[in-house]
């Protein structure tokens, strides 16, 4: 039976889960692969490692597992854009295939890595990078292959989402739930990334550029995260019938592609509406598969090391059976030449407003003068609490409008003499007009 010697970058929570899925398993994946698949080098940062580990296979240079004539696959999970990307590419050069769970440099560096694999002519697995152990980028580039994606909407950060469905259960305001989430380790304690939504963005980029076939650059994706979202918005969206996520869309109309992260609301009654807690969840419409949805375990030592491991043994496979590298599938062209991005001021989306006035009659004709002179139609409309001396919520729900119309309209409410506070607009999502 042929080895086949498999090179480790890190060792940290997913580079340990990876070790304990090869140890629990190792006779089912020699027997799927029809090959002995082997670790023959781990580069950790410093020794001794976290976990107990044949001191025979360490390493603290890094280049002699990337260089190593003996490793067939390289596997990184060192994280960050910069010793991981050089090292990556150094894997590449010397004709490794590789695999990384590394979101944010695919995300933002991930045309050089497709193009120097394609180059190169070896395998690059990223299952691990997106949504943990849902195999959705082996469904996006195999699975769904026939399909033009019409549309996809993602819950894509398994942070935002526990914080947002605590929000929403317990009323609490964002900033106690991201202190509670950080003592209890479901938040980094630097949590920009995850509630900026700049890894979903990560995300939303490796996504839609399978997806669309054509490379996206990552600062051309509207992002917004959920820092501003109130408890109070949390229950008016209860109310009218909608929870509050954070979703990673992309959606293909009229030859132009949308991409953006933003809160959003979507009706109670959507499959996403029900993925809660720290789970991820990607709901995709094809024009011949009909709607789809994946969910499970975005994050965590075994979910994310279940996709390293696969994206292992389908390229060991590969290597066993002489099958050429699959680059073809990669986005190796940037975004412009087959994908014309549609800029954020064209959108068309509902819109939940929540404008803070004072109660005086007069209020909404004002209000929903400046609407109808941006042409936009307002859907319904909810006022709570009666007090002259203070402002009061007025909610509303637009039909279908422009967000150039929406920024215009905004711009000149938020000046109204009796509006007190900057406005509160969530855009809607998952509704038919
Ligand atoms: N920080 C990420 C999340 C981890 O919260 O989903 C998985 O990429």
Redesign the pocket.
């Known amino acids: 039976m042929k080895t086949i010697n498999v090179g480790l970058l890190g060792l940290g929570t997913v580079g340990s889960g990876m070790l304990k899925v090869f140890q629990e398993h190792v006779e089912l994946l020699d027997r799927r692969v029809g090959a002995k698949l082997r670790i023959k080098k781990i580069a950790v940062r410093r020794l001794p490692p976290r976990i107990p580990v044949d001191a025979r296979l360490l390493t603290t240079d890094a280049l002699e597992v990337v260089r190593d004539p003996q490793i067939d696959i390289v596997v990184e999970l060192i994280g960050g854009t910069t010793v991981a990307r050089t090292l990556c590419l150094e894997a590449i050069a010397n004709g490794k295939h590789l695999v990384t769970a590394n979101?944010a440099l695919l995300g933002e560096h991930g045309l050089e890595i497709y193009r120097a694999a394609a180059e190169k002519r070896v395998d690059l697995g990223f299952e691990a990078s997106v949504c943990?152990a849902i195999p959705i980028i082996r469904s996006v580039k195999d699975g769904l292959v026939a399909n033009r994606i019409l549309s996809f909407m993602g819950i894509?950060?398994?942070?935002?989402n526990y914080i947002l469905t605590k929000m929403t259960e317990t009323g609490q305001a964002f900033a106690s739930v991201l202190a509670e989430a950080q003592a209890q380790g479901y938040a980094?304690a630097d949590p920009t990334?995850?509630v900026g939504g700049i890894?979903a963005a990560h995300k939303l980029q490796i996504l839609a550029s399978l997806a669309y076939g054509g490379y996206i650059r990552f600062s051309d994706i509207y992002i917004e995260g959920i820092q501003n979202v109130e408890a109070t918005d949390i229950e008016f969206a209860r109310e009218l019938g909608y929870r509050i996520k954070l979703l990673a869309i992309a959606k293909e109309d009229h030859g132009e592609l949308e991409v953006r992260v933003h809160p959003t609301m979507i009706p109670e009654t959507h499959l996403l509406a029900s993925v809660g807690g720290?789970y991820?969840a990607v709901h995709i419409r094809g024009d011949s598969c009909g709607s789809l949805m994946f969910s499970g375990r975005?994050?965590g030592q075994l979910p994310t090391a279940s996709s390293v491991v696969a994206d292992i043994v389908e390229i060991a496979h590969n290597i066993v059976y002489h099958r050429p590298a699959r680059a073809g599938l990669l986005p190796t062209s940037a975004a412009g030449g087959e994908i014309t991005l549609r800029p954020m001021e064209r959108i068309a989306s509902r819109y939940y407003l929540r404008i803070m006035a004072v109660d005086k009659p007069g209020v909404l004709s004002k209000v929903s003068g400046v609407l109808g002179e941006n042409s936009i139609s307002i859907a319904s409309m909810i006022q709570k609490g009666r007090d002259e001396a203070a402002a009061v919520p007025i909610v509303m729900l637009t039909h279908a409008a422009v967000e150039g119309d929406m920024r215009r309209s905004l711009q000149r409410i938020n000046t109204l003499d009796v509006v007190a506070q900057e406005t509160t607009c969530i855009r809607v999502e998952g509704v038919e007009d």
């Open positions: 979101k943990g894509v950060n398994g942070t935002t980094e990334l995850d890894d720290v991820n975005g994050a």
